[in-house]
């Protein structure tokens, strides 16, 4: 196989639009599955008896996809190379009894996911997307994708201490969107609308799974548009570029067999059967070993060569509160992938982890940059420490430099994403 093209700003083109098209966990990993089956792999169910034929695979739980390359010659006890990712991104979750309101609106009744800047919810054009469960069992994918909700602020003539004293958000009061007006709220008007909208037939959708999402699309920005501004960058971008990386390197003679992990449920925890905290990639990589005639000698042999790269996104310099940075790092937008540090494991990196990463960046001519938290601020963490004690494989955490993160539009530089998925490829590769 010929080294694969290197990417370059098309890359982050081709972002823009995978952001757009996935405005939830399901909708992302169908777009990433597309894009896998466009590179010649295909879907096993799990409930389906595995080959150990070579070829790229892939497997689907709810918004969690695993997709892996087993390339000519793969022993049983061959490493894999993983990247690590998530499908979910903080938002605004619609309740189990929706249909609310109150003084002449209706209203959506929603629930907090994850940890968002609240504020930047408010007074922004909404669309609803999700997973709506039918009465047979199976799921369709919906997308309402215009301006169908808003939660509106409240006027400053009615608030005149916002602007000294902050903005006070109350979680349960404050944040149910507005949809339209009326004084006869109906159970069951939302689900009615959106088997409308979705050409189900009346009374069929007995579950859901719905969330909130902004409308205005991804755009650059700046002076000289080296900014790029959209949704769910945390944690889209990586998913978008692992997709990317794994899918340059089908059909390559390679040492290892590369994979890769998008989770669902980072933002609450990981602990979900779709979680990183969860047994689904466990569960795939020991049926591959198994599948191609290996014991659990030879799964040990594999999992003590594996290593992963937990890629997600991580805090740029922010100009404005430079002070909250550690005075020592301040990673910069469009200066490459940053490796994440915490002595304390909030991070999975150690020294030997930090060596692989930067063998991978060198073999890409990829710049990289570090990151490590101020020592008075409290470190976020990932799936990277989950990944590494539950399946005992080293890990290595990194990503992308943005600002406004968990902000319902997070911003990061227009090369940023290409590097790290050139990072990626040479990884993935050996």
């Known amino acids: 196989m010929s080294a694969p093209s290197r990417f370059d700003r098309g890359h982050t083109d081709d972002l823009m639009?995978?952001?757009?098209?996935?405005?939830s966990p399901y909708h992302a990993v169908a777009n990433a599955a597309e894009r896998l089956e466009k590179a010649g792999f295909r879907q096993v169910a799990e409930t389906d008896a595995?080959?150990?034929?070579?070829?790229?695979?892939?497997?689907?739980r709810g918004g969690a996809i695993v997709a892996w390359y087993v390339p000519e010659g793969a022993e049983p006890h061959t490493p894999f190379r993983i990247i690590g990712a998530h499908t979910d991104s903080p938002n605004l979750r619609v309740k189990p009894r929706p249909d609310t309101g109150a003084h002449g609106w209706r209203q959506v009744a929603v629930e907090i996911y994850g940890g968002p800047l609240l504020n930047s919810w408010l007074d922004r054009d909404l669309g609803l997307a999700g997973r709506l469960t039918l009465r047979d069992g199976s799921t369709r994918l919906v997308n309402i994708d215009r301006p169908l909700l808003r939660v509106p602020q409240l006027a400053i003539h009615l608030d005149r201490s916002v602007s000294s004293e902050g903005l006070k958000l109350d979680k349960q009061r404050h944040l149910q969107p507005i949809w339209g007006l009326g004084?006869?709220?109906r159970d069951g008007d939302l689900i009615a609308f959106l088997e409308e909208e979705t050409g189900i037939g009346a009374g069929e959708v007995t579950g859901w799974d719905l969330m909130t999402h902004s409308v205005e699309a991804p755009a650059y920005l700046g002076r000289d548009?080296?900014?790029?501004?959209?949704?769910r960058m945390d944690n889209l971008l990586s998913v978008h570029s692992g997709v990317a990386a794994l899918a340059a390197l089908a059909g390559g003679d390679l040492p290892c067999i590369p994979v890769l992990a998008a989770f669902d449920h980072e933002e609450n925890g990981s602990q979900s059967d779709t979680g990183a905290d969860g047994p689904l990639l466990g569960s795939v990589l020991e049926r591959s070993v198994f599948a191609r005639g290996g014991s659990y000698e030879d799964r040990?042999?594999?999992?003590?060569?594996t290593v992963c790269l937990s890629s997600d996104t991580g805090h740029a310099v922010h100009p404005n509160y430079a002070e909250r940075h550690d005075p020592t790092h301040h990673p910069r937008v469009n200066g490459g992938p940053i490796l994440k540090v915490n002595v304390n494991n909030r991070y999975a990196t150690d020294?030997?982890?930090?060596s692989v990463f930067a063998a991978a960046c060198e073999k890409?001519?990829?710049?990289?940059q570090t990151f490590v938290s101020n020592n008075s601020m409290p470190c976020g963490t990932?799936?990277?420490p989950i990944t590494a004690a539950r399946h005992g494989i080293m890990t290595v955490d990194i990503g992308v430099a943005i600002l406004s993160m968990h902000s319902a539009r997070e911003l990061c530089g227009v090369d940023d994403p290409h590097l790290l998925a050139n990072s990626l490829v040479a990884f993935l590769a050996g």
């Open 17 to 23: 639009s995978f952001l757009a098209a996935s405005p």
């Open 50 to 60: 595995w080959d150990g034929t070579t070829g790229g695979r892939y497997v689907l």
């Open 183 to 185: 004084n006869d709220v």
């Open 225 to 231: 548009g080296e900014l790029l501004a959209g949704p």
């Open 300 to 305: 040990a042999r594999a999992f003590a060569g």
């Open 351 to 354: 020294g030997s982890g930090r």
């Open 364 to 368: 890409a001519d990829v710049p990289f």
């Open 382 to 384: 990932t799936i990277g």
